[in-house]
């Protein structure tokens, strides 16, 4: 039997977006159909996808707005980091039972080019890991600090969700960088415990109080550089606190991602023109030229036990939109990944 003949009896199960939402997304803006696995054409492979990662950058592609990638599109299938076994190839480049990541998630297979996917190594990590600390979260994290953030020894850095996935990750990154000071903000008390325990200097709970006033007393010499992932009254608390020169990673808003209306701060952005600060926004997309240098690193620092990365993981393609919610909601410690079999 051919490969195309094999895979053209796969029936696979698919997530899709049935309808955007308004505000926060429920479960009925979503729907999981059936449907044929297309057969593989030349250089393809079909791989059965073993974990899929939901993130929170997701949330804005299910709004029709423009942006740097684009919308989801309705009545078909989401899409987004996933790693799985080759089962067919059409490709010189890949052999059946080859571990591969790629980004064609929320399906139980996947059809795509075969340079569309990389090999990777389950020996050094286990293959989720691959969606975390080795893949694009890690990446995320390393390139906001070393890059944008231009962090350097002796700064103090403020880092908000600092128990999420990118988060967690990015306060140990600048502890092993050499920052004199971590401070995170995350949203319970069991959260603040571990980013204590990840070696964050101090955390504070941002429902005990106004943020800037935890921040000060968390860093009461000022900050030299904030990792930004939920905008709103942290990014407005970390301009307050940003001493001269500081500088702002903007990875993330997902304070307002739901938001149906506009958010109330930052009330006090002038402050950038006196303290002559930098704010940049950024994409881990751009900075794949630091792809080579992070890998080498971070396997490094796992090998030596030197980052600890956690993962809060949900069973079941048919409870991925369950885990997409409560992932939005800040359900997780670390990484969200769903493992599909």
Not at 218 to 223: C, F, L, T
């Amino acid at each position: 039997m051919s490969a195309g003949a094999a895979a053209g009896r796969l029936i696979g199960r698919e997530v899709r977006l049935a309808s955007r939402p308004s505000g926060w997304p429920v479960a009925e803006n979503f729907q999981i159909v059936e449907a044929p696995v297309p057969s593989p054409g030349p250089g393809h492979v079909i791989v059965r996808n073993i974990a899929m990662s939901v993130d929170p950058y997701m949330r804005g592609r299910m709004n029709d707005v423009k942006s740097y990638v684009p919308p989801f599109a309705l009545d078909a299938p989401l899409d987004g980091g996933a790693v799985g076994e080759v089962i067919v190839s059409e490709s010189p480049d890949r052999k059946v039972g080859d571990l591969v990541v790629h980004g064609l998630g929320w399906r139980d297979y996947a059809v795509l080019d075969a340079s569309r996917t990389k090999v990777i190594d389950p020996g050094l990590a286990p293959p989720t890991a691959y969606l975390g600390a080795l893949g694009m979260t890690g990446l995320t994290a390393y390139a906001g600090l070393v890059e944008v953030g231009a962090m350097r020894p002796g700064d103090t850095v403020f880092i908000s969700s600092a128990a999420g996935a990118v988060g967690s990750l990015a306060g140990q990154i600048a502890k092993l960088r050499g920052a004199a000071r971590v401070v995170g903000s995350a949203g319970s008390a069991a959260k603040v415990a571990y980013a204590r325990e990840l070696g964050f200097d101090a955390a504070f709970d941002y429902h005990d109080g106004p943020v800037g006033d935890s921040l000060r007393e968390a860093a009461p010499d000022g900050i030299d550089v904030y990792f930004d992932n939920v905008g709103g009254d942290h990014l407005e608390a970390a301009l307050s606190s940003l001493r001269p020169h500081g500088r702002v990673a903007m990875c993330g808003a997902v304070a307002q991602y739901n938001n149906t209306t506009p958010p109330a701060a930052p009330r006090n952005l002038a402050l950038a023109i006196g303290k002559q600060l930098t704010l940049k926004g950024f994409i881990v997309s751009s900075y794949g030229h630091l792809a080579d240098e992070f890998a080498a690193q971070m396997a490094e620092w796992l090998r030596d036990g030197k980052v600890r990365f956690d993962e809060t993981t949900v069973d079941g393609l048919e409870n991925s939109v369950r885990a997409f919610l409560g992932m939005l909601r800040g359900d997780n410690v670390g990484k969200m990944v769903v493992r599909l079999s």
